[in-house]
């Protein structure tokens, strides 16, 4: 315990360490969840590759309370995250419960269109290869007027900080090419630039490079670095209209809807 504590405290700038434990001890929310929070009060959710610590009534963006049902989708019966789940009404979620999907995030096949009224993804979407495809899936299962919250990290308090933001035009160049799961156009880059140091869990050099060797079946790899503007920029290729956006020290948060 000792050793990870003094890892933690080495491996990330001092503003980083001290929003995270102010945030941890006293239950600090991001400024705008006040303003935020009614798109999610007593109505009808999925969360792609869930539950995240940040919904729970300490987190940063504390919803899961406040929600009426919420279902649950991960890309496979084993994660990293997880361990091992399955299919069915088992998705646990701060103390309530809903029904767990199996598929993979950007197509949702199993799910019919316009029949949520929101749509969560935290510190998700950069593991997915193809996420203007993700969000355009995302947006068909939304009703009218649904609301889309997107949350991703800020490079700068993790270990893709050496990493340079992807354009929009790659983006949008992978969603054209249908790039799928299996890409590995950023696999140099990362094995380059990865901070180990921030990442300890990732093992050594060799270690993380096996692992994201294997990144089609553990989705370690984060494949793009994003920024506000290109966020921004994305959501806004998927017709949806950004109802606002927030960054603090370690994530970024996007807040859509759909019209």
């Given at each position: 315990?000792?050793?990870?504590?003094?890892?933690?405290?080495?491996?990330?700038?001092?503003?980083?360490?001290?929003?995270?434990m102010?945030?941890?001890?006293?239950?600090?929310?991001?400024?705008?969840?006040?303003?935020?929070?009614?798109?999610?009060?007593?109505?009808?959710?999925?969360?792609?590759?869930?539950p995240?610590?940040?919904?729970?009534?300490?987190?940063?963006?504390?919803?899961?309370?406040?929600?009426?049902?919420?279902?649950?989708?991960?890309?496979?019966?084993?994660?990293?995250?997880?361990?091992?789940?399955?299919?069915?009404?088992?998705?646990?979620?701060?103390?309530?419960?809903?029904?767990?999907?199996?598929?993979?995030?950007s197509?949702?096949?199993?799910?019919?269109?316009?029949?949520?009224?929101?749509?969560?993804?935290?510190?998700?979407?950069?593991?997915?290869a193809?996420?203007?495809?993700?969000?355009?899936?995302?947006?068909?299962?939304?009703?009218?007027?649904?609301?889309?919250?997107?949350?991703?990290?800020?490079?700068?308090?993790?270990?893709?900080?050496r990493?340079?933001?992807?354009?929009?035009?790659?983006?949008?160049?992978?969603?054209?090419?249908?790039?799928?799961?299996?890409?590995?156009?950023?696999?140099?880059?990362?094995?380059?630039?990865?901070?180990?140091?921030?990442?300890?869990?990732?093992?050594?050099?060799?270690?993380?490079?096996?692992?994201?060797?294997?990144?089609?079946?553990?989705?370690?790899?984060?494949?793009?670095?994003?920024?506000?503007?290109?966020?921004?920029?994305?959501?806004?290729?998927?017709?949806?209209?950004?109802?606002?956006q927030?960054?603090?020290?370690?994530?970024?948060?996007?807040?859509?809807?759909?019209?």
């Open positions: 315990m000792f050793r990870s504590v003094n890892i933690f405290l080495k491996s990330f700038p001092v503003h980083v360490i001290i929003w995270k102010s945030c941890k001890v006293f239950g600090k929310k991001i400024p705008v969840f006040n303003s935020w929070a009614p798109e999610f009060s007593e109505k009808n959710g999925l969360e792609i590759g869930g995240s610590g940040m919904f729970n009534a300490n987190g940063y963006f504390p919803i899961y309370p406040l929600i009426k049902k919420l279902d649950g989708l991960n890309f496979s019966n084993s994660t990293v995250w997880e361990g091992t789940i399955v299919e069915g009404f088992n998705y646990k979620y701060y103390t309530k419960t809903g029904y767990q999907f199996i598929a993979e995030g197509k949702l096949t199993k799910i019919s269109d316009d029949c949520y009224d929101f749509v969560l993804s935290c510190n998700n979407l950069e593991h997915m193809n996420p203007i495809q993700a969000v355009f899936e995302w947006k068909r299962v939304l009703k009218k007027k649904g609301v889309m919250l997107l949350i991703l990290p800020n490079k700068e308090a993790n270990f893709d900080h990493r340079p933001y992807t354009k929009l035009e790659h983006i949008v160049a992978d969603f054209e090419n249908n790039t799928d799961e299996k890409d590995t156009t950023h696999l140099n880059e990362i094995l380059a630039l990865h901070d180990l140091k921030r990442d300890p869990q990732a093992g050594s050099n060799e270690q993380f490079r096996t692992r994201c060797n294997d990144n089609f079946g553990n989705r370690c790899m984060h494949h793009h670095v994003f920024n506000p503007e290109v966020l921004k920029q994305m959501i806004e290729y998927c017709e949806l209209n950004v109802l606002g927030f960054s603090s020290y370690t994530d970024h948060f996007v807040l859509a809807i759909k019209d």
